[in-house]
């Protein structure tokens, strides 16, 4: 089984809609993070989590939140979906304690019409 | 000016080629430096990772950090049509925050 699982793995909205993208780990880490990619601009840093308690906003917070309902999940939201926000999202894990690695999940599609 | 910059490609190449991905970054702070691979609609995964200046070596990849010129390089001996991919260079000054590469896209053409 994958250690970083993201849920769905695609999504079509309309422009307006609220969406929850979640994701679960069982790799044991306490670092969790919410990125974006699109083309020609890499992986965009959403919000992270040191610990279930422990959140912040990354370089792109404005229109998504997050929850941290454990250790091992971590959901981001789109409160009021809008097209510039189609793009692929992944998740990560890191351990503090290692050579700062980032474990990635399998990513979500999302597109907002 | 971003922090990385990495050309996006893409790169095509021939069965057994040696080929060399290359970033530039602005911050001297930068200490740690990786290379992560990314196959098509799965996450990135970690490839090598090389801590300030010098060269690895692993296996095939060999990856450089020239530190005076703020550069940093990944070459792929003998390339194979699985090593077809989407390579981004990450960068890090040793806390949580990774800064990535936009990512190279990369073909091998058996």
């Known amino acids: 089984d994958a250690d970083v699982t993201q849920t769905p793995r695609n999504r079509i909205t309309k422009t307006g809609k609220r969406i929850m993208l979640e994701c679960s780990q069982t790799?044991?880490?306490?670092?969790m993070y919410w990125y974006r990619q699109d083309p020609g601009l890499g992986l965009q840093l959403i919000y992270y989590?040191?610990?279930?308690?422990?959140?912040n906003k990354g370089e792109i917070s404005d229109g998504y939140s997050v929850s941290r309902q454990a250790q091992a999940k971590f959901s981001l939201s789109l409160e009021s979906a809008i097209p510039n926000q189609t793009a692929l999202y992944f998740c990560?894990?890191?351990?503090?304690?290692?050579?700062?690695?980032?474990?990635f999940g399998p990513g979500t599609r999302l597109t907002v019409l | 000016q971003k922090e990385v910059e990495q050309d996006p490609g893409p790169l095509s190449v021939p069965e057994g080629a040696i080929v060399s991905l290359n970033c530039t970054y602005s911050n001297s702070a930068f200490q740690y430096f990786m290379w992560y691979r990314q196959y098509s609609r799965k996450g990135p995964e970690l490839l090598m990772y090389t801590y300030s200046s010098g060269n690895k070596e692993d296996g095939r990849f060999t990856a450089q950090v020239d530190k005076s010129s703020k550069y940093i390089s990944l070459f792929i001996r003998d390339s194979q049509p699985s090593d077809s991919a989407t390579y981004l260079c990450?960068?890090?000054?040793?806390?949580?925050?990774?800064?990535f590469g936009a990512g190279t896209r990369l073909f091998v053409k058996a």
């Open positions: 989590s040191f610990d279930v308690k422990d959140i």
């Open positions: 790799k044991g880490h306490d670092r």
């Open positions: 990560a894990t890191s351990d503090p304690w290692g050579d700062n690695e980032q474990f």
């Open positions: 990450a960068v890090n000054t040793g806390g949580f925050k990774t800064i």
